[in-house]
C-alpha cells in the first residue's frame, strides 16, 4: 500500500471514530452541538470514501477495475459533488446556530435544540443533493468495450454550453463562494457580540468584587467560541484557494494545462488537495479544543489493548 493509500485510509478511520466517540454524546457537549458535529462528521467520511479512496485512489491504481464503468463512475462523481456540497453548508449552519446562541438570547431557546438541529441537517442534505444531480448527467462514458460503458468524461458541449456554463457558474457561487462569505460575517459578529459582553461581564463582576472568582457561563461560552473559530477559521484558511482559483479559472477561461509543472495546474492541484484535507481536520480539531473527546478518545484506543491484556492473562 503506497504512502497515499495509506494516508486516505488514516482520514476514513479518523472520521468514523468521530463519529463512533460523538455518537456516544459523552463529549460534555450540549445534544445541538453533537448533532452538528457527528452530521459533518458524516459527510466529511462520505468525501472521503467517495473523492478521495474511490475516485482518486481507485482510478488512479485501479484502472481495470469496475470503477471505470460508466454506470459506476457516474453515482460516485455524484455523491463527491453532493457530499462535499452537504459538509460545506453544514459548517455554516453550526456557525449560524452558535452564533443565535451567543448574539440571540430570544431565538436561543426554541432554535439551538436538538430537534431544530436534525431539521436542519435533513434539509441541507436534501437540498445539497438535489443541487448536485445534474453533475450526474454531466459525464458520458469515454468507449464501450464488449458492449459495456467505459470510463465517465464531460459531455462534448459541457465547456460550450451556456446552459452548463450558467449551472457551474451558479454551483460554484453556492458552494464554497457564499459559504465562504457567510461564515466570515458570522464570525465578525459574533466576535463583536462576544466583547461587548465580556466588557458588561467584567464591570458587573468588578463592582461586586468577584473579580477572583471563576465564572462558569463565561468558560462555558468561551470553550464553544474556540471550537467554533477552530472549525470555521479551518475551513476559510483550506478552501481560500479553492475560491479564488475558481474565480482565476473563470476570468481567464482556462480549459487546458500545458502540462504538469504549468503553475496554473500545481494551483489547481494544491488548492484541491487543501479542500479534501478539510474533511479530515475536524477530527483533529475536535481533539485539540475538547478535554472530553480526548479522554474519549484515549477509552476507544485502550479498549481494544485492554480485551487483549485480558485475553493473554486468561
Given at each position: 500500500m503506497t504512502e497515499t493509500e495509506n494516508e486516505r485510509q488514516g482520514e476514513?478511520?479518523?472520521?468514523?471514530?468521530?463519529?463512533?466517540?460523538?455518537?456516544?454524546?459523552?463529549?460534555?457537549?450540549?445534544?445541538?452541538?453533537s448533532r452538528?458535529?457527528?452530521?459533518?462528521?458524516?459527510?466529511?467520511?462520505l468525501v472521503v470514501i467517495t473523492d478521495l479512496i474511490l475516485t482518486?485512489?481507485?482510478?488512479?491504481?485501479?484502472?481495470?477495475?469496475?470503477?471505470?464503468?460508466?454506470?459506476?463512475?457516474?453515482?460516485?462523481?455524484?455523491?463527491?459533488?453532493?457530499?462535499?456540497?452537504?459538509?460545506?453548508?453544514?459548517?455554516v449552519a453550526f456557525t449560524f446556530d452558535r452564533f443565535v446562541a451567543i448574539c440571540c438570547e430570544n431565538l436561543k431557546t426554541k432554535y439551538c435544540t436538538e430537534k431544530t438541529a436534525a431539521v436542519v441537517i435533513g434539509t441541507v442534505s436534501v437540498l445539497g443533493c438535489s443541487e448536485s444531480v445534474p453533475w450526474y448527467f454531466i459525464y458520458q462514458p469515454y468507449l464501450i468495450i464488449d458492449n459495456v460503458l467505459r470510463d465517465?468524461?464531460?459531455?462534448?458541449?459541457?465547456?460550450?454550453?451556456?446552459?452548463?456554463?450558467?449551472?457551474?457558474?451558479?454551483?460554484?457561487?453556492?458552494?464554497p463562494c457564499v459559504p465562504f462569505f457567510l461564515i466570515l460575517l458570522l464570525n465578525v459578529l459574533t466576535v463583536r457580540r462576544i466583547l461587548v459582553a465580556s466588557r458588561v461581564r467584567r464591570g458587573l463582576r468588578g463592582r461586586s468584587n468577584e473579580e477572583n472568582q471563576k465564572d462558569p457561563e463565561m468558560e462555558n461560552r468561551n470553550k464553544s467560541i474556540i471550537l467554533l473559530f477552530s472549525i470555521s477559521g479551518s475551513?476559510?484558511?483550506?478552501?481560500?484557494?479553492?475560491?479564488?482559483?475558481n474565480i482565476y479559472r473563470r476570468i481567464s477561461d482556462t480549459r487546458y494545462y500545458n502540462s504538469y509543472t504549468d503553475p496554473r495546474y500545481i494551483t489547481e492541484a494544491t488548492s484541491g488537495m487543501l479542500q479534501l484535507l478539510s474533511s479530515c481536520t475536524n477530527t483533529c480539531i475536535y481533539v485539540l479544543t475538547q478535554a472530553k473527546f480526548r479522554e474519549e478518545l484515549k477509552n476507544a484506543v485502550k479498549y481494544p489493548l485492554n480485551l487483549i491484556v485480558k485475553f493473554v492473562k486468561s
Open positions: 476514513k478511520e479518523l472520521n468514523l471514530l468521530a463519529i463512533v466517540i460523538l455518537s456516544r454524546g459523552k463529549c460534555g457537549l450540549s445534544k445541538c452541538i452538528y458535529l457527528l452530521g459533518m462528521a458524516a459527510a466529511d467520511l482518486r485512489v481507485g482510478l488512479s491504481y485501479f484502472p481495470n477495475s469496475f470503477l471505470f464503468i460508466t454506470p459506476v463512475c457516474r453515482p460516485i462523481m455524484f455523491l463527491g459533488s453532493a457530499a462535499t456540497v452537504v459538509s460545506v453548508w453544514l459548517t465517465c468524461v464531460f459531455e462534448l458541449n459541457f465547456r460550450t454550453s451556456p446552459v452548463w456554463a450558467a449551472y457551474e457558474f451558479v454551483h460554484l457561487i453556492l458552494t475551513f476559510i484558511l483550506l478552501w481560500v484557494t479553492q475560491v479564488v482559483n
